[in-house]
């Protein structure tokens, strides 16, 4: 089982670093790091997995977005199949 | 893995554009439930929708979670009540009282089914019932009640619609103290759906599986924002974009649905292709409406634009779910359409362009508040008029007035949270009783003889 994060925001250090400790600490592995810096705004896209993690999908989703918050940044966990959904036939 | 534009537009449709899942409706039939008398029925319904929706509202917060897209409403329909009461209607009320308690306890905002069909005649047991609806929505909270009056193949029932003229005033006059509430919960039909999600006209067909989950999916945002980035195209451009977000949002809807419907235990019923407002800025149909060239709605070149609009949502949503039902086009409430309530303000649409506007797109004349002093029979003139609209062109429509109660034309009223805030709207001032005192069954248009 996959999802993906996202991780948008100001542009600042040590962000893929704090993302994938604490994701590290849950878990989740990441499979895949798209990342770009437009001008000052970051943008990272990584694709996860989840199989492992212990408690449930939504309550990670949650922890990331607070998480998120706590370092300035916005953070989404989904489910891939929304994504897959959304934009292939 | 994903193209990352791909990822952040479905990030920013819900962020920015209000993209949601408007409500997970659970069906559930009612016909086990049947006992000897009101009591025992009242008991067997309460604790049949207890057990069946007891995870409704869990589930669907799991997979908001999960996918990261809001589903706002979660909500139960039932078969309608006035079959399940045949035996007992005078006592339908106790029946209603239990699925209101029964959705507090499951710990949703709505339940819809304490309806009749009467479309082609109403029996005895079914005016009885009728008549218990104004102190029913009175003396509830959650419980939704809508009656079928006609249909394309049957015609329109004139005797019921003069009775829902009349049930409409009473249930206003008896929630006055709330500016006539109770009305925003009684829709008066023709053409009913059997598997609509939406309230508060959704009821679960007798013609329908045991328990079944429906979505009504949304996003009239994400469309306004989509066009807003081809400010100079034609309208076939117009449409095709419209067609593919469509397509994108319903995708997102048929994922819940199923999903919802295999950890519920239920059948997957159908996905509900519709662009419903809410009264939040930048969630509003009208604004769409606008955004294709309109200085305001309700002017001309409204209906042309909806009808375009409603079509194309059709299009794109069709290939995008394996079943699509409901009522499926666009919806026009006044008081829950932020851009539409600035409209009725300012005087740039009235009751006569909606009612055009009901020709070209799903439902019908929706969340109008008029004078409290309208007559019954002004009220069931405007029901027989969008009744005529549906019967003649296949389609559903609806009226939710509200007369509010000692307000005039210019008043404001505030239904609060989704059902938001409207200025009463005039109505015409010449009568048509005589019309409506005629009663009798208008009869089915000739195309509607397909056999």
């Keep these: ?89 | 893995m994903f193209n990352k534009f791909d990822v952040l537009e479905t990030i920013d449709m819900v962020q920015k554009e209000h993209l949601d899942i408007r409500t997970v409706t659970m069906g559930i039939s009612l016909l086990p439930c049947i006992r000897q008398n009101a009591k025992d029925t009242a008991k067997a319904v309460y604790d049949t929708v207890c057990k069946k929706g007891e995870n409704i509202v869990k589930t669907a917060d799991s997979l908001s979670g999960e996918y990261g897209i809001p589903i706002v409403n979660k909500r139960v329909s039932v078969t309608p009540v006035s079959i399940i009461t045949a035996s007992f209607p005078d006592d339908a009320f106790l029946v209603g009282e239990a699925l209101d308690r029964a959705a507090d306890e499951i710990g949703i905002d709505f339940l819809g089914g304490y309806s009749a069909l009467v479309h082609k005649g109403t029996a005895d047991y079914e005016e009885k019932f009728l008549k218990t609806i104004p102190y029913t929505l009175a003396n509830t909270k959650r419980l939704c009640s809508s009656v079928n009056v006609g249909s394309s193949k049957s015609g329109i029932n004139m005797d019921a619609v003069r009775l829902m003229g009349e049930i409409v005033l009473q249930t206003a006059n008896m929630t006055a103290k709330h500016d006539g509430l109770g009305c925003a919960k009684l829709v008066v039909f023709c053409n009913a759906v059997e598997d609509n999600p939406f309230m508060a006209g959704a009821f679960h067909g007798i013609g329908e599986a045991d328990t079944v989950i429906n979505v009504g999916v949304s996003g009239p945002g994400v469309v306004e924002h989509a066009l807003k980035a081809i400010p100079e195209a034609d309208l076939t451009t117009v449409a095709e974009t419209i067609k593919k977000t469509a397509f994108k949002i319903t995708r997102a809807g048929q994922l819940i649905a199923t999903e919802a419907a295999k950890r519920l235990n239920a059948r997957f019923g159908i996905v509900d292709l519709s662009l419903a407002p809410t009264p939040a800025r930048g969630d509003s149909v009208a604004a769409i409406l606008e955004e294709v060239g309109l200085e305001s709605v309700g002017t001309h070149g409204t209906t042309a634009i909806l009808a375009m609009l409603n079509d194309a949502v059709k299009k794109g949503g069709v290939m995008a779910s394996s079943r699509v039902g409901g009522l499926s086009g666009a919806f026009i409430p006044v008081s829950e359409d932020i851009r539409m309530i600035e409209a009725a303000q300012n005087g740039k649409i009235s009751i006569d362009k909606l009612e055009a506007m009901t020709c070209v797109c799903s439902v019908g004349l929706d969340m109008i508040a008029i004078p409290g002093d309208t007559s019954a029979s002004t009220i069931s003139a405007i029901i027989a008029d969008e009744a005529a609209i549906g019967m003649v062109n296949n389609k559903t429509t609806a009226v939710r007035v509200i007369p509010c109660p000692g307000k005039q034309v210019g008043d404001w009223v505030n239904f609060g949270g989704l059902l938001g805030k409207c200025p009463i709207m005039p109505v015409h001032q010449s009568g048509a009783d005589k019309f409506i005192k005629r009663g009798g069954l208008i009869p089915a248009p000739i195309h509607s003889f397909k056999n």
């Design chain 1, 1 to 89: 089982m996959r999802a993906v994060v996202t991780v948008t925001g100001k542009d600042k250090k040590g962000i893929i670093a704090k993302v994938s400790n604490f994701l590290a600490e849950r878990d989740v592995n990441i499979e895949d790091i798209s990342q770009t810096i437009l001008g000052e705004y970051f943008a990272m896209i990584m694709l996860v997995d989840i199989s492992k993690i212990k408690g449930e999908l939504s309550v990670l989703a949650a922890e990331c977005a607070k998480m998120g918050e706590s370092i300035g940044m916005s953070i989404h966990l989904q489910h891939e199949d929304i994504f897959n959904a959304m934009h292939n036939i």
